[in-house]
């Protein structure tokens, strides 16, 4: 079973920046779609933003035009820059990879932003 890697979370101010980076554990084959998704305290995991193998990537309303996803699929490594953060973006991020060979979870990694 692969792994994913997540790093970069942590605690930030309204306004401040983050960037989070996802890392599978060994080259994956047939990576259909990197994506992030966002899970707030005693809410739903909810997708962030995606990118697919293409390159082609989707985003969350409510981080259209602050947060940007980016992807290796050569290294199986995604990115999601967030920028002019907000105290509604805090929860824990988590990336997934959807393969031909099935779907694969990081961890997670947790984002507060203060007010």
Known sequence: QVQLVESGGGLVQAGGSLRL????????FGIIVM???????GKQRDLVAAITS???TNYADSVKGRFTISGDNAKS????????LKPEDTGDYYCHFRT????????????TVSS
Request: hydrophobic share 30%.
């Open 21 to 28: 980076s996802c890392a599978a554990s060994e080259n994956i």
């Open 35 to 41: 994506d992030w998704y966002r899970q707030a305290p």
């Open 54 to 56: 293409g390159g082609r």
């Open 77 to 84: 490594t995604v990115y999601l820059q967030m920028n002019s």
């Open 100 to 111: 031909v060979r099935g779907n694969s979870w990081g961890q997670g990694t947790q984002v």
